[in-house]
């Protein structure tokens, strides 16, 4: 029974060799972006070559210069990466020996190795990016790779219209199977070996220290931090202050955490005043413990803890993207403060110069009560010439004495390390808080985008009866950046506005944006809606988003085994329901299927083909009773005979009866009342 | 023709008559998805677990492709022209497609060899299985397998050994040219290869291996039509008789070859012939039907049943 009857072995054409070759270059280009330049151009020679050779006869290189350039190939591989293991100089040498496969293809193996190998190198591909575009061209590697398989193990030269099909029908149609596959194959938490130790370079975000006056790399850029789904209404761009970090200690140059913020609190204890609001939030990697929460949460991720100054931690740094849900209250009461917070929040550098101190002395004594020594700080800012600039000055060793007296240019973090120096100074508990602040609402899938450009930093003061109290001096200076975003404070720089000295209606005339602007915009916010599934479903579906998968389709907590028999339960189902589409016969004959219709048309005038009725016995009696149109029932009968019985089967044929079954046209006024 | 297979004698390619199996192919591209699959985990990609199911599933999906090439094929033995011991017999093979798609590199092993056929939807194809005979006799003609690798070459399908129920009738072999035996009436007929004189054109027949190389129609066979032989009504012959007993002193076989050869000739030189052999006679005649039976009842001569 399982005699050999194997299809003998051919040798491909030059066709299907051209096929190999054309996915040959798509993968080297595709690599193109991290592999050494002059690996790509060897890779495209020996393709080039391999393609001269087959298509214009020219020279191949025999056994030994092939070995040759292997060994050469590999030491130069060796050379540059100093190595021949890990991702990068194993794709390089992969590439390389792959094109140089292609000079020595003999045996149809030779051949399906090296698409295995194309197969293979494009999945590499995913290690450096898993972007939409990277997803897109792989579909399009995979399609042309199959084309080639398909003319390569096929002994015989198809239509390109039949092979792009059929290669176009395979992969659709494994479409179902695969998502199958995808989210109901289990995953696993931890690598199988070790990760390369760079792979979590290039991840930017907050930093947990601030020091005015130098160079902050943030602003200028416009990579997301964070994404939020609320709810409900999002709260209003002022109301949006997401709370990273707190910082309480000073030297006077450099803000940082202070040493006992790292004490873990169990609840996040205030009084909540008003409503509250929920949202979800999702994080891009930034290589850091600390989450992001809109002022003040009320509820810990799980994996995370709350820590001192309502702020929140991870247990690992986050380098992948996560997704938490959390609720917070805009409005709140933190009651009393402890005495070693209290310390901290009135601590003071040494160095605190005497234009400060006497400049709180003055309000101290003028004011006295904390509420109004907080107000004349604010109307300080507002009325003397301080200017809200992105590009301020660089500062020297007193950054706050130089910002408050001398320069009175910056932005938020400048503002806050003023103002809280200024209320420690008149004892006032104090504390600065970096974070972001706004958030571009994308209409399109109702989420809010919050860039690293939208970092913020701001104040809090405590204050007997009210608990910390929010304190934001960059909004005394520069309403707008509050009320509108730092898009808008962008925008008017870029018109050359000065910030802060705008009347309502200027304002809004400038950042209003154009027609063009409007719609770029909604093709931005488009684009980011889709990545924004693109990652939650491909780039962050694993063990956690798994498991919620499962229990939305009634798994509580799903061990291997039944995953295992879920999947393998959808997959024999999906397969099965394949095989019947596949299976189908599902046309009829179509001359058949014209003949049918020509007999339905003659039914509906009542001449009706009876079982037992042949074609040419009906044509004769629907000739009598309808005369005038005896001619045309005769040769559509004619020729659906011819093709059906006489072997008749050309096109043309079918297309004649096609025709002029279409245009018979039987009323009832034709048929001859002698027959009817 | 889409009806030609439709009868009972037709066989159709089920699900039972199938069987499929991985190529070497099939099992080296597994073990490329095994990889690829320890890299997707590995790296947490997502897009990687997504290309190699994706692959994986290709891989299933071009399974159904390669049972449905064959599945439902119809095939029905055809008729065989009977040829002498020692020539190759044509056996036909009747293919039908009877679905609406296409069913690319299907191949038909016979006897050892194989040859690639393309069905078109609801087409039907002949094909010829060919056998060398070696002795004469009714000849059931060796089993056949259909089997294919497409579309992928990942696995391939074949079809249990089917035995078609045409047969060829196998002439015993030709012997030598040997002076035809003289007619009845003295009147010895002249056989030079050449038309006798007197003798009518009848007409072409289509050539049969025997034929006189002087008969054959070179025109026709000049403008790729095909050989012909021309034939003449024999009127101008005599009546002879081919005699068992005119060739004594040789064994069966040596008889019954020389027998065909005096038939061949006979039939070609336009004469009227009998055959005359044991326990068979076969009155005197002139027509391709006489011919063929005589030389069935040299061919079955000794052989008591039809196998």
């Not at chain 1, 050779?53 to 292997?70: E, K, Q, T």
């Not at chain 1, 006077?252 to 008003?274: A, C, E, F, K, M």
């Not at chain 2, 490329?32 to 677990?49: D, I, K, S």
């Not at chain 2, 994986?56 to 009977?82: D, I, W």
Request: glycine content about 6%.
């Amino acid at each position: 029974m399982f005699n050999s009857v194997q299809p003998p072995e051919h040798v491909p054409d030059t066709a299907a060799l051209n096929w190999l070759l054309a996915s040959s270059t798509l993968i080297v280009a595709l690599h193109a972006q991290h592999l050494p330049s002059w690996l790509c151009l060897i890779a495209a020679c020996l393709i080039a070559w391999r393609y001269l050779s087959a298509n214009h006869a020219w020279y191949l290189p025999g056994r030994w210069v092939r070995i040759v350039i292997a060994i050469a190939l590999c030491v130069v591989v060796l050379k540059h990466f100093g190595t021949l293991l890990g991702r990068g100089p194993g794709i390089a040498l992969v590439t390389a020996l792959m094109t140089l496969k292609l000079l020595e293809l003999r045996r149809l193996r030779d051949f399906t190795f090296v698409i295995f190998l194309l197969y293979f190198l494009c999945l590499a591909a995913f290690l450096y990016s898993q972007s939409f575009w990277v997803a897109g061209y792989a579909v399009a590697i995979a399609l042309i790779t199959t084309i080639s398989l398909i003319r390569i193990t096929q002994p015989l030269a198809m239509p390109t219209r039949y092979v792009w099909s059929l290669s176009l029908g395979l992969l659709l149609k494994a479409v179902p199977l695969m998502l199958v596959m995808y989210f109901l194959f289990p995953r696993i938490q931890g690598t199988l070996w070790g990760l390369p130790v760079d792979a979590y370079s290039g991840m930017t975000g907050l930093t947990d220290t601030v020091t005015p006056g130098a160079i902050n790399q943030l602003l200028g850029s416009d990579e997301i931090a964070f994404r939020v789904k609320f709810d409900g209404e999002p709260p209003a761009n002022r109301d949006l202050y997401w709370r990273a970090l707190v910082l309480a200690d000073t030297d006077g140059v450099t803000w940082t955490r202070s040493s006992n913020s790292h004490l873990i609190i169990d609840s996040l204890d205030y009084q909540p005043i008003g409503d509250s609001v929920s949202y979800a939030i999702t994080l891009e990697p930034h290589d850091q413990p600390w989450l992001i929460a809109l002022d003040l949460p009320a509820s810990v991720p799980v994996d995370a803890r709350a820590k001192r100054g309502f702020v929140l931690v991870r247990r690992r740094a986050v380098r992948e993207r996560i997704r938490y849900q959390l609720h917070s209250y805009p409005n709140y009461d933190t009651g009393e403060l402890a005495m070693a917070e209290r310390r901290e929040a009135l601590s003071l550098p040494e160095t605190l110069s005497p234009r400060v101190k006497t400049l709180v002395t003055t309000w101290q004594s003028q004011y006295g009560e904390p509420g109004s020594i907080v107000a004349a700080a604010l109307n300080h800012f507002n009325q003397q010439e301080f200017l809200y600039t992105l590009t301020p000055p660089l500062l020297g060793d007193d950054p706050v004495d130089e910002f408050l007296f001398d320069t009175r240019k910056g932005y938020c973090e400048h503002f806050a390390s003023a103002f809280v120096t200024l209320m420690r100074a008149a004892g006032i508990p104090s504390r600065m808080v970096i974070g972001y602040q706004g958030g571009e609402l994308n209409t399109l899938a109702d989420y809010m985008i919050v860039r690293q450009s939208d970092a913020h930093a701001w104040a809090e003061v405590w204050i007997a009866g009210r608990g910390w109290v929010r304190v934001d001096p960059t909004g005394a200076v520069a309403p707008e950046r509050i009320e509108l975003g730092v898009e808008a404070i962008l925008r008017l720089v870029a018109r050359g506005s000065s910030i802060g000295r705008l009347t309502p209606d200027a304002i809004l005339g400038a950042i209003r944006p154009g027609w063009t602007e409007h719609y770029w915009r909604g093709l931005l916010h488009g684009w980011d809606a889709m990545n924004n599934v693109w990652n939650r479903w491909v780039l962050d579906y694993g063990p956690d988003s798994q498991r919620q998968l499962l229990q939305r389709l009634g798994f509580d907590t799903p061990s291997w085994t039944q995953m295992a028999a879920t999947l393998a339960a959808a997959v024999a189902l999906v397969f099965l329901l394949l095989t019947a589409l596949i299976l189908r016969n599902q046309r009829p004959d179509p001359a058949l299927a014209w003949y049918q219709r020509f007999c339905r048309k003659l039914t509906r005038v009542g001449l009706h083909r009876a079982e037992y009725e042949g074609p040419i016995d009906f044509a004769a009696r629907a000739s009598r009773a309808l005369p005038s149109l005896a001619t045309e029932v005769r040769a559509i009968t004619d020729l659906y005979v011819a093709i059906r019985y006489a072997d008749r089967s050309g096109i043309a044929a079918q297309a004649e009866l096609k025709r002029r079954v279409q245009q018979l046209r039987v009323s009832h006024a034709m048929v001859t009342t002698s027959s009817a | 023709m889409s009806d030609a297979l439709s009868d009972g004698s037709a066989i159709a390619l089920g699900r039972r008559q199938l069987y499929m199996l991985p190529t070497r192919h099939g099992i080296m591209f597994s073990l490329v998805l095994a990889t690829m699959l320890l890299a997707a985990v590995n790296y947490h990609n997502g897009l990687a677990y997504l290309f190699t199911f994706l692959l994986c599933s290709m891989a299933l999906v071009s399974m159904l492709y390669t049972h449905r090439n064959l599945s439902g094929l119809r095939l029905r033995a055809g008729n065989c022209a009977s040829v002498f011991a020692g020539q190759d017999a044509s056996f036909e093979v009747w293919l039908h497609n009877p679905s609406h798609w296409f069913r690319p590199a299907v191949w038909l092993h016979a006897n050892g060899e194989a040859q690639r056929i393309d069905l078109a939807p609801r087409e039907t194809v002949r094909a010829l299985v060919i056998f060398r005979t070696t002795k004469r006799g009714c000849l059931k003609p060796p089993p056949i397998t259909l089997s294919t690798t497409f579309p992928l070459a990942l696995l391939y399908s074949w079809s249990k050994r089917m035995e078609l129920d045409n047969r060829c009738l196998v002439y015993p072999e030709m012997g030598l040219e040997r002076l035809l035996p003289s007619p009845a009436d003295g009147d010895r007929p002249r056989f030079d290869g050449r038309r006798s004189e007197g003798d009518d054109f009848a007409g072409l027949r289509e050539y049969r291996l025997g034929d006189p190389p002087g008969h054959v129609h070179w025109k026709t066979a000049a403008r790729s039509q095909g050989l012909h032989t021309k034939q003449f009504a024999g009127h101008g012959g005599g009546t002879i008789w081919l005699e068992w007993d005119a060739l004594v002193g040789l064994d069966v076989e040596a008889r019954l070859s020389l027998l065909c050869r005096w038939v061949v000739d006979a039939d070609a030189a336009g004469l009227r012939y009998g055959l005359r052999i044991p326990n068979t006679t076969v009155k005197p005649q002139h027509d391709v039907e006489h011919r063929h039976r005589c030389l069935s009842a040299l061919a079955l001569y000794g052989i008591s049943d039809v196998q």
